[in-house]
């Protein structure tokens, strides 16, 4: 696709939705700075949230816990979703199935996650009499995110796959490419940006899920939504917004990462040619 | 699809494939079915089971008193120890406002949004991209709370809306319905970005041309050439935004004051301080079912199976 | 392909991580106490110290809202928990949905410690399920340091007239409902659904004014009331503390008609994997020396007479935190509603309705 130019109003629009995003954001980071400790006020430039976070190992064993559920969960959730997705698309189901696979996929995106919660957990406690595998801990709380996360993942890939079309496959298919080898070269590269944008949606929504994971955690797999959430109601302790400033600094600096190598890329590219 | 009515056995062509209809949809099964077993197992049933804790009862001290009976279902529809009233519903229309609205905005945000971010070049496009997703990296409470001391009387936005008349003195945005808006739409903005910005992606920009060609104007052709293409984003984009936001209540809750009530809050009440699980069993299975069929309906009626 | 490896090498490890954690727990199980908290109720100091002396490692789970607390108990179980803190309100309940068991007293001698009007409460009355943790009080925290403390009224909130700037209400149901009933000069553990009602009435009456804000927890209320957005609002006793200690201009109450205070009490869970860690947690909880520190750091009173000794008179006689014996008198424990958790319930709901 070529640079399209768009209207003027709509890139204001764009930067103002930009700026709603990232307003809360300053502040945190202007608040793990404070030295007031309710922020209502500034009370000077201070460090001590930060040094505080090196001796806190609750934060520690959380920060780790979150993450390790994060990328377990969106990894198992987006190729079971992409998988799920593609088999509903290509396959000529019959009218009943369809519904049935319609459902199946809506069920979790309406559904409150306090009732997710209580109806997972009540499972668990049947599955328990059997063996202990299901004791709350990492193991049921990582089956809570990625029934969770499922659903999301198969959302937007199939909105990208509808768009595609059957007549790219016929079109490599009369080329020559096997099945297998439609799908693989011509199918999946289109797909990744939607399976990317699948994995991040899943990736976000463990991250922030707090009532499934009080519910489906144990003593020993504390996340960061738990420890965080009494803010809610404590009053958010400038830990937490220093903490919270560390992985916003570290996801932005991915992101650049990321883009630099990118346009280099695109600069030997553009070189060669 | 006017094949359905050969029989399965019938070799058909399929992904320009000779092959019969029923090697297709094993082979279907075996993609979708490590995901439909997980969601049977872990979604289906334990709703299925909510829906039968929904017709028991509170038992003392909130046990669950298994004598079934219709009892909750007259509760939600109104009939309560006070006598008839109108609350339930009352917090279903409220919950419903606050959720279309705010996926009105969403939309209204993200369509442009997604669009600018599209207009750039390849790497700095990935780059925009991610980088509506960061801030969701950041939890939710701390965010919202970070907007409650933004819209505090003493910060720039109030400033802003007093230079304009907008705010008396000592007033400020928050709490109040602006500051709620701000919350959603901030918060879930992300989400109706990532499906827009991925329909957005694959425009086939020769339909455009091909409009323009034919002496459409600029809106006719942004209807009939670019909208009409983004459906299927723009629906998936709807869902991701509506039915969040219909169960969200901690931002209604922060930067609103807690006056009233959400659909949300009724349900979280239930499972928490009424410890009423029967009822809060009910009130969940009914906003299921209803958004089901809503959502089916509206991807049926809303086109051939977009979403 | 090299994606799809990663994702595999990561996953392998995380069914390792999960299995060692496994083999791990056993071995472990004998060494640790659990206890189920409050967030930020206990110094951290504690932690460390308490492994030092008694050799058990203490891992804390957290909870925000103590009935989210008794969901996840009664849904997943207590075997994984040794101590649970539960407030006063929520004992009888957890006795009968079996979630605590009885306490071996035998096995504290520390528990001589524990001041006399804390012994046999109303929600434990045979002391067999409950070891006093620390005790607050509920009342109003307002900006005007010319009214007495003794002399304020629910009607400073409730009554149009004499409101004098915004204000908040407490959003919990029980709590606020008992405030609005006592208001009304009823008991604050009626169940009656005409007292309840007029309760309701009160409330939303006070909604209607233009100086009410909304409801709030006790956090909320006491930084609205600093920020100077709320002229006064209903707050624990600990937060009116460090508000008033932040500004002196604030002051606390506990109004004429009556308030309620809460003990937050440990438990013993009814399957502890621990026991006998559990009762050593308890122990040095009721430690002198231990429950003046507690008392300090979370800025909430003592039921332990011995740490009253050694705490400094300035927090001793601060009468935010220790309330003087008319005031006490003034104040209710709350009960367990029993049957009428519904007419509680639908009460709240028309409240945050309408």
């Known amino acids: 696709m070529s640079r399209r130019k768009i209207p003027l109003f709509a890139t204001i629009i764009a930067i103002i939705g930009f700026i709603l995003l990232y307003l809360p954001m300053f502040l945190v980071v202007e608040q793990s700075f404070n030295a007031s400790k309710h922020g209502q006020s500034w009370g000077g430039f201070t460090l001590d949230w930060y040094t505080g976070l090196w001796s806190n190992t609750m934060v520690q064993t959380t920060t780790v816990n979150t993450l390790i559920l994060a990328v377990v969960s969106t990894l198992i959730a987006t190729v079971i979703g992409t998988l799920l997705a593609i088999g509903i698309h290509r396959t000529p189901w019959g009218k009943k199935m369809g519904y049935f696979y319609d459902m199946s996929i809506n069920v979790p995106v309406v559904t409150p996650d306090i009732l997710m919660a209580i109806a997972l957990v009540s499972v668990f406690t049947l599955f328990r009499s059997w063996t202990s595998f299901f004791d709350p801990g990492m193991l049921t709380m990582t089956i809570a995110h990625v029934t969770l996360e499922i659903s999301f993942v198969v959302l937007v890939v199939q909105s990208r796959l509808v768009g595609i079309g059957k007549d790219q496959i016929e079109a490599a298919r009369d080329l020559y490419a096997s099945t297998a080898g439609a799908w693989f070269r011509v199918i999946l590269p289109q797909l990744s940006t939607a399976i990317v944008s699948g994995a991040?949606?899943?990736?976000?929504?463990?991250?922030?899920?707090?009532?499934?994971?009080f519910f489906t955690s144990g003593p020993d797999s504390q996340t960061l939504p738990l420890y965080i959430y009494g803010s809610l109601k404590r009053g958010i302790s400038p830990q937490v917004h220093a903490l919270s400033t560390i992985i916003f600094g570290l996801t932005l600096f991915v992101m650049v990462l990321m883009v630099l190598k990118g346009i280099r890329k695109e600069r030997k590219f553009s070189r060669k040619k | 699809m006017n094949l359905s009515r050969f029989s399965p056995m019938t070799t058909e062509v399929f992904e320009g494939k000779l092959t019969t209809r029923s090697r297709m949809r094993a082979f279907g099964a075996l993609l979708t079915g490590p995901g439909i077993l997980w969601l049977i197992i872990f979604l289906l049933l334990p709703t299925l089971f909510l829906m039968v804790l929904a017709f028991a009862?509170?038992?003392?001290?909130?046990?669950?008193?298994?004598?079934?009976?219709?009892?909750?279902?007259?509760?939600?529809?109104?009939?309560?120890?006070?006598?008839?009233?109108?609350?339930?519903?009352?917090?279903?229309g409220r919950s419903l406002k606050i959720a279309t609205v705010t996926t009105i905005l969403c939309i209204a945000f993200g369509l442009p949004m997604a669009f600018w971010i599209a207009s750039h070049g390849k790497s700095m496009r990935a780059f925009l991209f991610a980088l509506i997703m960061v801030p969701s990296c950041t939890n939710l409470v701390i965010r919202t709370a970070a907007w409650m001391l933004l819209l505090g009387p003493d910060m720039f936005p109030a400033s802003i809306a007093r230079f304009f008349g907008l705010l008396g003195e000592g007033e400020s945005l928050y709490p109040g319905t602006f500051a709620v808006y701000i919350g959603m739409v901030s918060s879930m903005l992300p989400f109706a970005v990532l499906p827009l910005y991925t329909s957005v992606e694959r425009l086939d920009w020769g339909i455009v041309e091909a409009s323009r060609d034919l002496y459409a104007g600029p809106i006719r052709t942004f209807y009939h050439g670019i909208l009409s293409q983004m459906m299927p984003g723009i629906i998936a984009s709807v869902i991701l935004t509506l039915v969040p936001s219909l169960g969200m209540y901690v931002i209604s809750d922060l930067l609103g004051g807690g006056k009233y009530m959400l659909i949300g809050n009724l349900i979280q009440q239930q499972f928490g301080s009424a410890m009423d699980w029967p009822f809060g069993a009910m009130l969940g299975s009914v906003l299921i079912i209803c958004s089901v069929v809503s959502l089916i309906i509206f991807q049926r009626v809303g086109g051939k199976n977009f979403v | 392909m090299k994606k799809i490896l990663l994702a595999l090498t990561l996953l392998a490890t995380f069914a390792l991580f999960v299995g060692c954690n496994d083999e791990q727990k056993s071995a472990e199980k004998s060494k640790k106490v659990t206890v189920m908290i409050y967030s930020e109720y206990i110094d951290p100091e504690m932690l460390t110290e308490?492994?030092?002396?008694?050799?058990?490692?203490?891992?804390?789970?957290?909870?925000?809202?103590?009935?989210?607390?008794?969901?996840?108990?009664?849904a997943s179980g207590t075997s994984q928990y040794d101590v649970i803190i539960a407030s006063d309100v929520v004992i009888q309940q957890m006795v009968h949905l079996n979630l605590i068991g009885k306490i071996d007293t035998n096995k504290i001698p520390n528990r001589t410690n524990i001041a006399d009007q804390f012994r046999n409460p109303?929600?434990?009355?045979?002391?067999?399920?409950?070891?006093?943790?620390?005790?607050?009080?509920?009342?109003?925290?307002?900006?005007?340091?010319?009214?007495?403390?003794?002399?304020?009224?629910?009607?400073?909130?409730?009554?149009?007239?004499?409101?004098?700037?915004?204000?908040?209400?407490?959003?919990?149901?029980?709590?606020?409902?008992?405030?609005?009933?006592?208001?009304?000069?009823?008991?604050a553990n009626s169940v009656n659904q005409k007292e309840i009602n007029e309760a309701v009435e009160y409330i939303l009456q006070a909604k209607k004014d233009p100086h009410f804000l909304g409801f709030d927890g006790s956090v909320g209320g006491k930084d609205k009331v600093l920020s100077k957005m709320d002229w006064a609002a209903i707050v624990f006793n600990g937060e009116a503390m460090a508000a008033i200690n932040e500004d002196p201009e604030l002051r606390f109450a506990i109004p004429t008609e009556g308030s309620f205070m809460w003990v937050d009490a440990m438990t013993l869970s009814s399957k502890a994997p621990n026991v006998e860690g559990a009762y050593a947690f308890m122990n040095y909880i009721l430690e002198a020396k231990t429950g003046a520190q507690l008392a300090k750091y979370i800025n909430y009173a003592t039921p332990n007479k011995a740490s009253l000794e050694v705490i400094d008179a300035e927090f001793k006689n601060n009468r935010v935190i220790n309330p003087s014996e008319e005031e006490i008198r003034r104040m209710v424990f709350l009960k367990d509603p029993g049957e009428a958790a519904r007419l509680f319930d639908e009460a709240w709901t028309i409240v945050k309705t309408r």
């Open chain 3, 122 to 187: 109303s929600y434990d009355p045979t002391n067999d399920y409950t070891i006093p943790y620390l005790w607050g009080t509920t009342g109003i925290l307002y900006r005007d340091s010319t009214v007495d403390p003794m002399k304020v009224s629910y009607s400073m909130l409730f009554d149009a007239k004499q409101t004098k700037g915004n204000f908040s209400l407490l959003e919990e149901s029980r709590s606020m409902l008992s405030m609005a009933l006592q208001a009304k000069g009823y008991d």
């Open chain 3, 50 to 74: 308490f492994e030092l002396k008694t050799g058990f490692k203490l891992q804390l789970e957290l909870y925000e809202a103590q009935e989210e607390m008794i969901s996840k108990l009664q």
């Open chain 1, 200 to 213: 991040m949606l899943a990736f976000t929504l463990s991250l922030d899920d707090f009532i499934l994971s």
């Open chain 2, 57 to 92: 009862q509170r038992g003392a001290y909130g046990s669950i008193n298994w004598d079934f009976s219709v009892e909750n279902l007259k509760r939600l529809v109104g009939f309560s120890s006070f006598g008839w009233s109108a609350d339930n519903l009352i917090i279903l």
